[in-house]
């Protein structure tokens, strides 16, 4: 089972991307998308954008649970206030709680981000710090 | 330069008003093919000196039924045609409507039952030389692309040039669709390919011997057992030289001898064959498009393009199509409806009466029924076919119901009433007969007789788009259900891949086409549901991987259409203020990205997702010119909402798809 997570920034341009490999069930933690799936993983992604923006005006929740799916490839999101939007893509079944889960804290993880005086609104993450505190989110979780 | 665009399809929209779309013909045009596809066929079968005249035409023609063929859109789209493509669709939905528009389509001698021909469960056609004609149209396209600009093809030229190209590359679609529905191969379980009407057409100077011979391969000849000879009606026309007194005299006494030893109606049509020969500037001239199918009776004549304008004199044309409209609109119609009638009266009614639904539970004219509300099972097991008047109409080693059997003539019935628009009755006449072949397991049959079910519901509802008809409950518990069982039993039970391709394929063009008119309405129903039910059966056929990869990446784009479609004909759309919050919150006016306007109600990032999928479908090396076009749609697409490069350049990323196939046409 594998992971690809993104954040989407509130102007819909990408501010941080992470390949992720489970280490639940007999996984060993290294991410495995076949090619076809990996190479596009990006467009599968944005495209479920869509799907969002069609329910996020209707509806109170902040996440999207199995919002689009991509020949077995299943997406969710979490959609904070602000327009900044989780995106996780997985071929893991049965998840919806921990991804849940997971989600809640990657938010309080981006939060702090943006507390931060060098960093600004919908710009790219590329801390280190910020990767090693996201995998060890998704090993507690995912 | 002056624009050699292949006639056939690229007249589409070259010279009508139907808005050129970037991403995919438009349904009207797709829906004009499906509907003359299953249009009422003529049979043509000539002399040699009539064809002989016809030659005179043009050179490109051989004989009778190939000018006919140039008379199928005029006939279609009534006075209005004009020599080119005009957008109006046909009308439907009402018999008037179809008799005054008199679509039909030419075919040639197709009962003349030869060798294979006898076979009851052929293909429509050879998937080999569908993806290899397919492939030679595609190529064409490439050529008339590069010839299109004196510079080579790049980004800059395809932005000057987009409305030909996609003119151009719409066509392709279109061409695929005209090889999946034009098959003129005949089958036993459904009608719409056996001939209502054999034209005859003969020339003044022809002998009583050719007279008769082609009177005798008509009626003299060995039919199938599910063939009905007596649903074709037999008429001839006489063709006589204006200025050959002596040849109009011999065509008098042949119309003579027909009427009164044969019983045959004929027609003269009087021709100025020197006005033929006559190529000067002085004649007033009239352009000709081929019928849309005509290429495929044409398989050895590749240089097609060429030969898909007919230039001939108005007063010409205006004889020509005189006497087939009136042929077509007196005879062939006046026919089908009496035949309709009588077959309603004879079998329908039985069924429908009061008296019919009490006593009726058996066979007509069996009584080995004892049960008392059944249809049961009225098969044959030792595989004889029986004569006309036995109890047994289903042969089952065969897999033919009998011409004259009352399944066979309920499932005729449907098929004219399909053919002439009339899709509510054609529903209920289908549904009349589906019990007792369910009975009968005639797989076959069923699977056949469900498709047009669907075809009859769906084509029905796009008459009156305003009250949606087809209901989510409806597409869940009857359509799916159907469309899954036809599929499976096309594909596993009878082995027919091109029939299971027909069926879903232009199913999800239905769908389109249903989508779309609703959406045109000016209170939008839940048209989503029909899009995505397109959506769901163009992925069945590309998850079959019964096409070729080709086929399969231009039925991608025709996703990727269908996903556009959910924004493009956007009607209701609200004037919405700007919030005051939007003046103080400076980072909410992001949220305007793309269009407040339309935001949730557009598909366009699926668009993308389709768009590159259909490119790494293409092969590069053999179709290099199509995968740069399909990538540079997509880059505009990907330029179309973004405030800012982050988004192209995330989905350009160098291990992604995009930057790969983009960096391989590059070292092409």
Redesign the interface.
């Known amino acids: 089972m594998s992971y690809y997570l993104t954040i989407i920034g509130?102007?819909?341009?990408?501010v941080y991307?992470l390949d992720i490999g489970s280490y639940k069930q007999n996984s060993n933690g290294i991410f495995k998308f076949p090619d076809?799936i990996?190479?596009?993983k990006?467009?599968?992604a944005?495209?479920?954008?869509?799907i969002l923006?069609?329910?996020?005006?209707n509806s109170q929740q902040h996440y999207f649970n199995n919002i689009d799916s991509?020949y077995g490839y299943s997406t969710f999101i979490f959609l904070t206030q602000?327009?900044i939007k989780y995106i996780i893509l997985t071929n893991s079944k049965n998840l919806d709680e921990s991804i849940r889960q997971f989600f809640i804290e990657l938010n309080e993880l981006y939060l702090k981000k943006l507390l931060s005086p060098f960093y600004d609104?919908?710009s790219?993450i590329n801390s280190k710090f910020f990767t090693t505190r996201v995998k060890n989110i998704a090993k507690k979780y995912l | 330069m002056d624009l050699n665009i292949p006639r056939l399809f690229g007249k589409l929209g070259e010279s009508s008003d139907i808005k050129i779309n970037t991403f995919g013909c438009t349904t009207s045009a797709t829906s004009q093919i499906i509907k003359q596809s299953y249009s009422p066929k003529i049979s043509i079968v000539s002399t040699e000196s009539a064809d002989r005249i016809a030659k005179q035409h043009s050179e490109d023609i051989d004989n009778i039924h190939q000018l006919f063929t140039y008379f199928e859109n005029s006939l279609a789209y009534g006075e209005s045609y004009n020599g080119s493509f005009v957008s109006n669709p046909i009308p439907s939905n009402s018999i008037a409507n179809i008799t005054t528009s008199g679509c039909v389509k030419f075919v040639g001698d197709t009962i003349n039952f030869i060798d294979n021909k006898f076979n009851s469960s052929d293909e429509l056609f050879n998937l080999d030389v569908y993806t290899k004609d397919l492939k030679d149209y595609v190529r064409k396209i490439d050529n008339h692309i590069r010839l299109l600009n004196d510079s080579p093809l790049d980004y800059n030229s395809y932005r000057k040039d987009v409305h030909s190209i996609s003119n151009l590359e719409n066509s392709i679609y279109l061409k695929m669709l005209t090889m999946l529905s034009s098959s003129d191969i005949l089958s036993s379980f459904e009608c719409f390919n056996h001939p209502i009407m054999q034209l005859a057409v003969i020339s003044g100077n022809d002998s009583d011997v050719a007279v008769k011979d082609l009177i005798s391969s008509f009626e003299n000849k060995k039919y199938p057992a599910w063939y009905d000879k007596s649903s074709t009606l037999q008429q001839f026309i006489i063709i006589v030289n204006k200025n050959d007194n002596e040849m109009l005299q011999n065509a008098l006494r042949i119309q003579e001898d027909l009427k009164i030893k044969r019983g045959k109606k004929s027609n003269i049509i009087t021709i100025d064959i020197e006005l033929l020969n006559n190529n000067g500037d002085n004649v007033d001239k009239i352009e000709l498009i081929s019928s849309l199918f005509v290429q495929n009776i044409n398989e050895d004549n590749k240089d097609y393009e060429n030969n898909s304008i007919l230039k001939i004199s108005k007063t010409t044309y205006d004889i020509w199509k005189g006497i087939l409209s009136e042929i077509v609109l007196k005879d062939l119609i006046l026919f089908m409806d009496e035949k309709m009638k009588k077959w309603n009266e004879e079998f329908i009614q039985p069924r429908t009466s009061l008296t019919g639904r009490l006593f009726g539970g058996r066979k007509w004219g069996s009584n080995s029924k004892p049960s008392f509300f059944s249809f049961g099972s009225n098969q044959s097991n030792n595989g004889q076919t029986g004569k006309a008047n036995e109890i047994v109409s289903y042969n089952l080693s065969g897999g033919y119901y009998l011409a004259n059997s009352p399944e066979m003539m309920i499932r005729k019935l449907g098929d004219w009433y399909f053919m002439l628009g009339d899709y509510k009755n054609a529903y209920t006449t289908y549904e009349l007969v589906k019990k007792d072949m369910i009975n009968d397991k005639a797989n076959t049959h069923i699977a056949s007789l469900q498709q047009y079910i669907i075809f009859s519901l769906i084509l029905g509802a796009t008459g009156v788009p305003e009250i949606p008809q087809i209901t989510l409950k409806m597409i869940s518990s009857m359509i799916n259900p159907m469309i899954n069982s036809s599929f499976y039993s096309f594909l596993s039970r009878s082995n027919l891949k091109s029939y299971a391709l027909r069926f879903v394929i232009l199913t999800a063009e239905l769908y389109l086409l249903l989508g779309q008119k609703t959406k045109l309405m000016i209170q939008p129903t839940d048209t989503t549901l029909y899009f995505n039910e397109s959506i769901d059966h163009f992925k069945k056929i590309i998850d079959s991987q019964l096409m070729d990869s080709l086929s399969t990446s231009f039925l991608m784009q025709r996703v990727a259409y269908t996903f556009y479609s959910f924004g493009d004909t956007h009607s209701n759309v609200q004037n919405i203020s700007n919030p005051y919050y939007e003046e103080e919150n400076l980072f909410k006016l992001n949220v305007l990205n793309p269009n407040l306007e339309n935001l949730g109600s557009t598909r366009y990032r699926k668009v993308q997702l389709w768009l590159i999928l259909s490119a790494e479908e293409i092969n590069l090396k053999e179709q290099p010119i199509q995968a740069q076009i399909i990538i540079w749609r997509l880059k505009d697409e990907l330029s179309r909402d973004t405030l800012n490069e982050a988004n192209t350049k995330w989905l350009e990323n160098p291990k992604g798809l995009f930057y790969q196939i983009e960096n391989e046409l590059e070292t092409l």
């Not at chain 1, 944005?46 to 869509?50: C, F, K, M, P, V």
């Not at chain 1, 923006?53 to 005006?57: D, L, S, T």
């Open positions: 509130s102007n819909n341009a990408p991307e076809n990996n190479n596009l990006q467009f599968i944005n495209s479920s954008l869509d923006e069609n329910i996020q005006f991509f602000s327009n609104y919908n790219p």
